[in-house]
């Protein structure tokens, strides 16, 4: 398996442009979840699905933040104006379950907002 | 407040020595218990995950969980520089829906 893919690895925009992140998660996995790593912060569920509904989408900073799963192989978590404090690192993993074994994680999308 | 506590260290050990890391976690309903490493520059990937009380080997490492105390610890013998890594600990918490919460992290250096 190819484990989680996440697409792009790297981003930079400008401050108030439209930004989407790609995920596709390992197949035969029926949770998907997105988290967002800082330095001040660390590691932040945003949110996630399971059987591709959102089930808690409670750490979702504001509406600018948005994601989808429109199939069980694709994920997109879009952000809509971008802002410099958006600026962080965009995981996206997957599990069986709600992860009583552990995540795999994607190798994330590095966002710069300037 | 779902909390996971670590010390962002950093813990430095010499080549071969015991390194210790250590967590607590807030919620005393919580029943699985996670380490994870993530290198610099890359993606957390799961070392072990704990769900009974005492101790649990894989290979170099040994998971110590202590529910009365709300504490999970993780032991990597003999260490090595390849450990140099940051060493996660995450918690599922049952409370309030099943959320994965993360420590932010204690950053280990191995001296070779």
């Known amino acids: 398996d190819a484990g989680v893919i996440q697409s792009p690895r790297h981003e930079v925009t400008e401050m108030g442009q439209e930004v989407t992140l790609r995920c596709k998660p390992i197949?035969?996995?029926?949770?998907l979840f997105w988290y967002r790593q800082t330095m001040m912060r660390g590691l932040e569920l945003l949110i996630y699905f399971n059987n591709n509904v959102p089930i808690d989408d409670s750490g979702m900073p504001e509406d600018r933040f948005s994601a989808k799963m429109p199939n069980a192989s694709f994920s997109t978590l879009k952000i809509q104006p971008s802002e410099p404090r958006d600026s962080a690192v965009y995981f996206c993993a997957s599990s069986t379950g709600l992860g009583s074994n552990g995540y795999t994680f994607g190798s994330g999308t590095r966002l710069t907002v300037v | 407040q779902k909390e996971v506590e670590q010390n962002s260290g950093p813990l430095s050990v010499p080549e071969g020595a015991i390194a210790s890391l250590n967590c607590t976690y807030s919620d005393r309903g919580s029943q699985s218990f996670f380490w994870y490493r993530q290198y610099s520059g890359k993606s957390p990937e799961l070392i072990m995950f704990i769900y009974s009380n005492g101790d649990k080997e894989d290979g170099r490492f040994t998971a110590q969980l202590n529910k009365a105390s709300q504490y999970v610890s993780l032991l990597i013998r003999d260490s090595q520089p390849s450990d140099s890594a940051t060493y996660l600990c995450?918690?599922?918490?049952?409370?309030?829906?099943?959320?994965?919460?993360f420590g932010a992290g204690t950053r280990l250096f191995v001296k070779a």
């Open positions: 197949s035969g996995h029926d949770y």
């Open positions: 995450a918690v599922i918490f049952n409370t309030g829906g099943f959320k994965t919460i």
